[in-house]
């Protein structure tokens, strides 16, 4: 897994970040930053979001050499409104060495700047290693910042991230099932498979009937931390590899499929960082882990399954197979009386279209669990949406042959239908499920191109709430 990088040492010699605001730039300029005030209107700097200027010693009149500092903008309010992590932008303009914030940030924008700095130290070498090794520059954490919330969020998504951007033939359910057991290990958790056609002697009939069509072998994974505490249930869709099946999507749409477990991948980070905290709290988690792949043992178009919980499915699209495994599992997950259950899952392009790449849309069948993890998106810089368990909607989702349809004709409401289709599955009265998209297509702030979780740090902030924990 690749190294979250080290916060720098509290008594460490460290060059100043100043962090300074568009509109305050000229009253900084006339006070303490007036030795550079000339420096900056030379170079054009007007402390846009993330905009970085090293300070030279030489400039201040002094005669001295070398570097004293640097200014990184802020912006103004509707730039720092559209964008999250301006200051991470720093890390890549900064030499490396010790550096710690000078300016007046709240302490959320302290936050916020510490843990987009963590972010966007990450690097993706797996396949391609740098020839030289470039040291990164380090960030001092400053006074009242919560440094091991942030380290513990850092390294989750770092996994999340990693999971996530390793393609197929090296993240197949075998190397994920490594993977996951490895998390177990870490922490002293528990964990376990079931594996191929023990899916079917034990009751999964629908993860084994998406999967069995693969090279490599269906299996959930179940993973049990912690004895005391209210309990919380994730589910991650973990989908390896989507061809669609016989309902087989185009090349072009295949290109991204490695990310289809992205939701087993998110589970699997918040884990990491619930379980690095030590929060007072039982969890489970559970990833059905599978490849959609096309052969003679494909289940086919019209084919109908009958689930763990005894519902029986219209295999109306093949390439409609995530909330099919995700079924099963949900029904396993609430067979723990009183449980928190929540699902992740790259689940539909249906979602993106309504809220793009960055926002990930949420369900909630209680108020007061949709008004916590509202709070934790902010609180956790993790940006949701809530959309609603439209039970009007119902209806399109009984074909009339059987008790469900996997996919709906029409093309109306995809997102809300397929968690109209989860909840059939749902016994608890406090359920949530995230349809997250997985994947940065375009380099931001703090979030490089590539693999990307969504939601786990608005759970992690909500789960005192949410749990009364």
Known sequence: MTAVPALADADATSLPLHVVASEDLPAW???????WAQWLAATGFEAGLGDVRLLPGSVAGSGGAGLVGAIVGLGRAPARARSRFGVAKAVASLPAGDWHLSGALTESQAKEAVLGWLLASY????????????????????AGVDGETLL??????????????????DMGPDELQAAFFGLAQRFGATA???????????????????????????????????????????????????????????????????????GAATVMGLALMIMRLGLPLRLRVLVPAV??????????????LTSRRGLTVEVNNTDAEGRLVLGDALAYACEDEGATVISMATLTGAARVAVGPDLAPYFANDPAMAAVIEAGAAAGFDPVWRLPFWDAYEPLIEPGIADLDNAPSGGFAGAIT????????????????????GHIPSELPGRPKGGAGQGARAILYALPDMLGL
């Open 29 to 35: 300029c006339a006070g303490p930053g007036s030795e």
């Open 123 to 142: 690097r993706f070498d797996r396949y391609r290693p740098a020839k030289k090794s470039a040291a990164l520059p380090r960030l001092k954490l400053p």
């Open 152 to 169: 513990a969020m850092a390294e989750g998504e770092y996994l999340t991230r990693d999971l996530i951007n390793t393609p197929a033939n």
């Open 192 to 262: 376990s498979a079931i594996v191929g056609h023990d899916l079917l002697a034990q009751n999964f009939p629908m993860i084994h009937a998406v999967g069995r069509a693969a090279a490599r072998a269906p299996r959930l994974l179940d993973m049990r931390w912690g004895r005391e505490g209210p309990q919380l249930t994730l589910v991650g869709k973990g989908v390896c590899f989507d061809t669609g099946g016989l309902d087989i999507k185009p090349s072009s749409s295949m290109l991204l499929m490695k990310k289809d477990m992205g």
């Open 291 to 304: 490849e959609n792949s096309v052969s003679g043992a494909a289940m086919r178009p019209r084919d109908i």
């Open 418 to 437: 397929a968690a109209l289709f989860l909840r059939r599955f749902v016994s608890t009265p406090r359920y949530a499920h995230f349809d997250i998209y």
